[in-house]
């Protein structure tokens, strides 16, 4: 018997010799643990804050706030109006011929502009269109029963007719685009010809 005891104690003592490691080290972990959330912390606070990016949008600027370009005259009372004097009339004519074909010219680039995001859509939804025509045509005709399955050759008849119908929407915003473009052309050399 004292054999078998000695053999529990012995076994005792080599766990608790295998444990004691085991301890120290998950407590030193769990101190790494929160020291380096504590190093964390201290670098987020010393971190800089990014430099603020200032734009137009963020900018609080009224219009009335911004200075006109152009000088006023000083008014005096009593003292008849600039621009109804006679010497006066004969410049604004072809200053307000420059300023129409000026907001005319404005106005056609904006059309343009706005044409031209109607062809990158109508472009898009084309792409979009035949994408979805492939899978459903490789759909249709994986099936080992593909002609007598109605439904499926009429969506892809259909399919084929929005697009088609997409392709027409798109020769005609090109020529649009063309003819606004061209427009453009003549009134910008036309406004520079004296």
Not at 21 to 31: H, V
Not at 54 to 72: F, G, H, N, P
Not at 129 to 144: A, G, I, K, V
Not at 164 to 181: M, P
């Amino acid at each position: 018997m004292p054999s078998s005891i000695l053999l529990r104690s012995a076994f005792a003592v080599v766990l608790v010799g295998a444990s004691l490691p085991a301890a120290f080290s998950q407590s030193q972990d769990s101190q790494s643990v929160a020291e380096a959330a504590r190093r964390a912390r201290e670098k987020k606070k010393d971190s800089a804050k990014p430099a603020k990016v200032i734009t137009d949008d963020t900018l609080d600027v009224k219009k009335a706030d911004v200075q006109s370009a152009v000088a006023e005259e000083p008014k005096v009372p009593g003292a008849p109006d600039a621009a109804n004097q006679p010497g006066n009339r004969a410049t604004n004519p072809a200053t307000s011929d420059a300023q129409r074909q000026a907001a005319k010219d404005e106005k056609l680039r904006k059309e343009i502009a706005a044409v031209k995001e109607q062809l990158k859509e109508a472009l898009g939804d084309l792409d979009l269109l035949q994408r979805e025509n492939r899978l459903d045509q490789d759909t249709y005709y994986s099936q080992p029963n593909f002609a007598s399955d109605t439904a499926g050759k009429q969506k892809l008849d259909d399919q084929q007719h929005k697009m088609s119908d997409k392709r027409q929407e798109l020769d005609r915003l090109k020529g649009k685009l063309a003819d606004l473009q061209k427009s453009l052309g003549e009134s910008s050399s036309s406004s520079s010809q004296p």
